[in-house]
């Protein structure tokens, strides 16, 4: 079953919000529960990227990398200054989690998880905003 431009937004965004609201309160110091906080958080990160990359594509910008492509949202308001830095800052958690560069200490697992809630909150909002707004041609 081929899914319509919207539905695929929404898959994305459903599955972001899913996985943030998921989350366990407070990972146990299993090696097997941290990682998979950490791999959540990858990956709903990841997907966020992907919805930047649908974004582009359908306002038809030149395809760049999520950076390049931050900045054109950017130069068009569907992002503040200040939001972009924060998708910028969970790209490099992104990549730490990847390069399993991480901590495991509780205090830094709580922190993590409400600034990731917090952002991804943000851009899902913003992203159906701007679906709505901005891209109600699609299908």
Same mark, same amino acid.
């Given at each position: 079953?081929?899914?319509?431009?919207?539905?695929?937004?929404?898959?994305?965004?459903?599955?972001?919000?899913?996985?943030?609201?998921?989350?366990?309160?407070?990972?146990?110091?299993?090696?097997?529960?941290?990682?998979?906080?950490?791999?959540?958080?990858?990956?709903?990160?990841?997907?966020?990227?992907?919805?930047?990359?649908?974004?582009?594509?359908?306002?038809? %910008?030149?395809?760049? /990398?999520?950076?390049?492509?931050?900045? +054109?949202?950017?130069?068009?308001?569907?992002?503040?200054? *200040? @939001? &972009?830095?924060?998708?910028?800052?969970?790209?490099?958690?992104?990549?730490?989690?990847?390069?399993? %560069?991480?901590?495991? /200490?509780?205090?830094?697992?709580?922190? +993590?998880?409400?600034?990731?809630?917090?952002?991804?909150? *943000? @851009? &899902?909002?913003?992203?159906?905003?701007?679906?709505?707004?901005?891209?109600?041609?699609?299908?």
């Amino acid at each position: 079953m081929n899914m319509n431009r919207r539905e695929q937004y929404q898959t994305k965004l459903n599955f972001i919000t899913d996985k943030m609201h998921n989350l366990p309160e407070n990972p146990n110091e299993t090696e097997s529960s941290i990682e998979n906080f950490f791999q959540t958080i990858q990956t709903s990160i990841e997907a966020s990227i992907e919805v930047i990359a649908m974004l582009c594509k359908d306002f038809d %910008f030149e395809e760049g /990398d999520m950076y390049a492509n931050l900045d +054109q949202l950017r130069a068009i308001n569907v992002f503040s200054p *200040e @939001f &972009v830095k924060e998708m910028r800052q969970l790209n490099a958690m992104r990549y730490l989690i990847r390069q399993k %560069f991480t901590s495991t /200490d509780e205090n830094l697992l709580a922190e +993590q998880k409400i600034v990731t809630i917090k952002i991804l909150d *943000e @851009f &899902v909002g913003r992203i159906d905003e701007t679906i709505s707004e901005r891209l109600s041609h699609i299908k």
